[in-house]
């Protein structure tokens, strides 16, 4: 026998290790489930593999999985005649590489105490450490020769090695995991407490699993625990709310409710069977670039894969389930799916009944509606700029913080309480609520009683930026451009008060002179009431949020672009600035307010000061100054 080989965990895994052994974690029975459901996908990989390698299944054909417990040397072992692995599987599977949602685990288990998330974050084997005080893994790939054993005790290091002994396998493929269950965990060596886990939580696995005493005999027809059937090929009515959410927790790795569940056969010139759910709580790794698709893609109930990207949109990633078609070859790899007519329909089928689900939904139960929004609305909004074709549905299902309410509203309530006067729908973007709904920009259009829509994540800068218009209205951002509040009726300016703004014309003047380097142009507008000044974007220009964005993202090819300094006339600040500007011994005064106005502006919109020091000091001198 070769000498095993002595690796060290990844320091993530140590952790998540350290977690497990010394939790006093009250529902542990969830690692069988882990097992389980572990053992099931390594015989549906298989059973996809042998579409095409017939070979590989031939000298044991029966998918199966069997617990065996031997209450005497207090050992649960787990069997599975699936694909197995070799040394490179281990080592990368088994310890020595960190998963994506190792780190978060740790973290949320720490924070919420929570282990039965573990599934969730694709770390569920070392969940047998809450019970185990050894684990020993004996495997073997199918189509390979090697046999090979992985030891640990969940300390810093694992053993591998090689072994000759083939018979430790009953199959000449498959995993084998033993646990040596500890003195606290004895209730896990009861056959019937084990039944009764699996029921609970793997009654859906459609591989057959068995379960027995070590000795006992082996019967000539054992039966299984589970009922073993592909649970979406059963009629709903057989289906009960607790089968469902199982089937979810598995499929989906998920482990809250689902919040949506949709079932059905689509026959006609395809034909294929949709199980599918929305979660109720966002996935951890909703906007992680590497997550893979969840949707399982099954061809006459045998597993093809987990990641075909075609199958969905990235705007519904939140999706989980499986698509089983009927027209799909079995042995279609996953580069023929690339561009394959079946799926394109299929995707097209399924991007459809979503977003008329959705809309049922909202229609029907805007509370729960609302709920499913703050989870996947930021994602749903990528499909508005995405998906042209789906772009109207989208947006008819969005929705929106606004100025007027505290409550979300949709584009056509927007529209239904519009002003006969107004003709737009009128945006404004930035990075949190707080900051935006103190916007100076925003104070006209406040006190004249015109909603805004407040657009508050990333991807609204994107979608508004490729969105003109919705249902004839155009979709305008509040701080681009000329303000055309003065249009909308409510208040028209009389005679004296435009001589008013006439007098002002020698401050603009002076500002766009000591500005010129600041601001690309000074002018009045009617957006402010309280404010005496605020900055908005040329009416060509990028939306400023998204140039902010991309700068960050170091995607701006040229810098920030210089915004418009507006004023209001009706302000005290600007009427007496104005006449200051008439008089030369001001103008050093003036210089000063001026850069002072301009550096407020950029923090209310969430900028830093273009000069802080410069910004600093002008403050201090002005404070100064006021208190002699
Ligand atoms: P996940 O199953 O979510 O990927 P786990 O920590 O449970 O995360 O398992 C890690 C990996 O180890 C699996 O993705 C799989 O590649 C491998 N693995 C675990 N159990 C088995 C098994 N019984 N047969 C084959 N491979 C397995």
Redesign the pocket.
Known sequence: MAKAEKLEFQTEVSQLLKLMINSVYSEKEVFVR??V???S??CD?LRYLATTKEKLLQSDPDLKIKIEINKKDNLVT?V?N????NKK?LVS??GTIA?SGTAQFIKEATETKDLSLI?QF?????SAFMVASDLKVV?RKAGESKLWIWKSDGESNFTIEESDDLDQLNSNR??K?ILTITKENKEFLDKIRIEEIIRKYSDHISIPIFVQNSGDKEEEKPEAINSALALWTRPKNKITKDQYKEFYNHVG?MFDDPWMTSHYKAEGQIEYTVLNFIPSTKPFDLYDPARENRLKLYVKKVFITDNCPELIPPYLRFLRGVIDSEDLPLNISREMLQNNPVVKKIRNALVKRTINDLKKKLAADRASFEQFWVNFGPVIKEGIYEDFEKKDNLLEIALFKNSNSTKLITLDEYIETMDKKQMDIYFITGDSYDNIINNPSLEGYKSRGINVLILDDPVDSFWTSSTPSFNEKNIKSITKGIDDLDNLGKKKKDEKEKKEDKSIEPLIVLLKEKLKDKVKDVRTSSRLTESPVCLVADESSMDPQLEKILQQHNQLQQGISLKILELNPDHKLIKKLAKMSKDKSSIGDIENIAILLYEQSMILDGEKPSDPVNFSKKLIDTISASIN
Do not use: C, H, P
Request: net charge negative.
């Open positions: 882990e097992l459901s572990n053992a996908d390594a990989k787990i599975d699936g694909i197995g692995m599987d599977n088994l998963r599934g694709g770390v569920g084997f070392y495997t498959g995993t995991i790795q």
